[in-house]
């Protein structure tokens, strides 16, 4: 590249038998763009019929993460402003790389070191090989901005042991890597300070080899030891039974849980429970990334998806006013509009 070039906001490179994908938006955590989900969909196609390549590997650029999820801002000033086309066009091409991610046939290594959030679940859970270091914050925070989790998230956390996930799409909590290795969210623990090493290996290498001798155990989780009122709170069938279980429970974490509930949005949590409830049954990825699809459409055409990306991201208030604002004033009929079918529209994987 020469000097007068911009880098791009996803860089390609190969290094041996490994093919690099670096996330480039270091100032915005490295958040995808509808250009970055194109651009990595084309290197894949490329590198699939490669022979040169072995491995394809997903970093982020900078200290702090991954990726911090899509581009929220640009879906904000598209639900706002505009007709919703722009963000349904993102999403549509975003979940079809996330399922082209789970179907790889390389091996696709993500190093979910740091933040990994949202859209950055989708490019890094799906692949085969998933590394998480002492620095992972993992989560799908989604109902905090009057959304849903979406890129295949409903799955991940509906194959989570127990109501774990549920939990975490309930709350957005956000966690580190003996949980994320607990739900099934990564596969291996290694150390920030010997991802260079593993990474160089990896030129020359397959993946299992380079991994030996960089997987460690790591420090204890929190939600194994929370199981038994997670499990029991979380299996209730409506949001409001689950927040009064978890009131009712005595753990001051339970407790904390649902303080948390109370400050999400009340149609992101009905539609969460939904989504995951009915992600159970659906079998695959593909099935629950169109029904993630048509969800994700409903809620442009909604308040509360303006409102709280504006209170968290724009104004940064952190105080949504949420429509309707309480639980009980969410009807099944308004959750049931989430799931109507799209006809032309439809995702169709």
């Not at 593993?198 to 960089?214: K, S, W």
């Amino acid at each position: 590249m020469s000097g007068a070039e911009e880098p791009g906001p996803v860089l390609f490179h190969t290094s041996g038998r490994a093919a690099h994908i670096t996330l480039n938006r270091p100032r915005a955590l490295n958040a995808l763009t509808h250009t970055m989900v194109r651009r990595i969909d084309e290197a894949l196609t490329e590198w699939a019929r490669d022979p040169a390549v072995g491995t394809v590997v997903i970093t982020g650029a900078g200290e702090r993460g991954l990726c911090a999820g899509g581009d929220i801002r640009a879906i904000h000033d598209d639900a706002r402003d505009g007709d919703g086309t722009a963000s349904a066009a993102f999403w549509r091409d975003e979940y079809r790389l996330n399922a082209r991610i789970a179907r790889y046939p390389k091996p696709y290594v993500a190093v979910m070191d740091g933040i990994v959030m949202g859209g950055g679940v989708g490019v890094s859970a799906h692949g085969s090989v998933r590394v998480v270091t002492e620095r992972s914050r993992v989560a799908m925070p989604e109902t905090g901005i009057g959304f849903v989790p979406d890129v295949g998230g409903t799955r991940l956390l509906a194959l989570a042991p127990g109501e774990l996930g549920t939990h975490l799409a309930l709350t957005g909590a956000q966690i580190g890597a003996a949980d994320a290795l607990l739900c099934g969210l990564a596969d291996h623990y290694v150390p920030a300070a010997a991802l260079p090493e593993f990474l160089e290996a990896l030129a020359g290498l397959p993946v299992e080899e380079a991994l030996d001798g960089h997987v460690r155990t790591p420090a204890q989780g929190v939600l194994a030891a929370r199981r038994d009122w997670i499990d029991d709170c979380y299996a209730a069938d409506t949001v409001e039974e689950i927040v009064r279980r978890l009131l009712a429970h005595g753990d001051p974490a339970a407790k904390e849980a649902a303080e948390t509930l109370l400050t999400k949005s009340p149609t992101a949590l009905k539609d969460t429970l939904a989504s995951l409830r009915r992600a159970r049954t659906l079998g695959s990825l593909e099935p629950v990334l169109n029904q993630e699809f048509r969800v994700s459409c409903a809620a442009l055409d909604l308040p509360d998806l303006v409102e709280g990306i504006r209170a968290q991201v724009v104004d940064k208030d952190r105080r949504p006013r949420w429509s309707p604002k309480s639980l009980d004033e969410v009807t099944d009929s308004d959750v049931e509009r989430f799931f109507t079918p799209l006809g032309a529209r439809e995702l169709g994987l």
